[in-house]
């Protein structure tokens, strides 16, 4: 069975803050891949990055970093300098390789100006 | 490049009434996802099609949902009869399977509520 957990269920900053949202994954899978996904207030999924179970390297896309850690199940977001635009609701999916999907409940970030 | 498209957006319906989702995938996508989204949670996976046959539908309540893909393009998604709990956006996505990576392009969704 899969599992991802956000923990957070709301995060208020104000702008220019920088904010971490977690996410925590559960699978028995060797091979899997994880995502986060931002949801406007539109509705729209939009994709913001992927990761493969055998990537651990960070990454850093201008203001957003992903911190992948395999031996705490942890695939965790930070907006730096946060700002109003920034404000939605995010989502962590995890992927095995036979393309079962399992999504988080995600975590409404506002941001304030 | 044109994106998902999903239609209608919105509808009403009363319980026990039938609905149909459309959905057109981005040109060249193989793969066909339907999402239930529940207000409060993350999507749940209905149904998976990889050109126009079901790859995995084991999240799909058979007994009153069903969908298709005819032509291994657009896609409608059907309930029948349709029931209070299944108030919800459904949304569509469609992805490019390369090697086993798949990132998914999302459609807008159509909000169902059933009264």
């Known amino acids: 069975a899969q599992k991802v957990t956000q923990a957070q269920t709301e995060i208020s900053v104000v702008e220019k803050e920088d904010v971490t949202l977690d996410c925590v994954y559960e699978?028995?899978?060797?091979?899997?891949?994880l995502f986060w996904y931002k949801q406007p207030p539109s509705g729209e999924l939009v994709f913001l990055i992927r990761?493969?179970?055998?990537?651990?390297q960070n990454e850093i896309s201008g203001r957003y970093s992903w911190n992948f850690q395999k031996s705490t199940s942890s695939f965790n977001f930070t907006i730096t300098a946060s700002q109003v635009v920034d404000s939605a609701v995010y989502f962590c999916?995890?992927?095995?390789?036979?393309?079962?999907?399992?999504f988080g409940d995600g975590t409404t970030l506002t941001v304030k100006p | 490049e044109a994106g998902v498209a999903q239609s209608p957006r919105y509808k009403i319906i009363e319980k026990r009434q039938s609905v149909a989702f459309w959905c057109n995938p981005i040109?060249?996508?193989?793969?066909l996802y339907w999402y239930q989204q529940i207000l409060g949670q993350g999507p749940k996976l209905l149904i998976q099609?990889?050109?126009?046959?079901?790859?995995?539908d084991s999240q799909l309540p058979k007994d009153r949902f069903s969908a298709e893909r005819l032509k291994g393009v657009d896609s409608t998604l059907k309930i029948q009869p349709a029931k209070l709990e299944d108030s919800a956006v459904y949304l569509c996505?469609?992805?490019?399977?390369?090697?086993?990576?798949?990132?998914?392009?999302f459609g807008p969704g159509t909000r169902l509520t059933v009264t």
């Open positions: 040109s060249g996508h193989a793969t």
């Open positions: 099609f990889q050109n126009n046959g079901v790859v995995d």
């Open positions: 996505a469609s992805s490019f399977p390369r090697d086993t990576i798949y990132e998914q392009y």
């Open positions: 990761r493969n179970s055998f990537d651990e």
């Open positions: 999916a995890l992927y095995t390789n036979a393309g079962k999907s399992t």
């Open positions: 699978t028995r899978d060797t091979t899997y891949y």
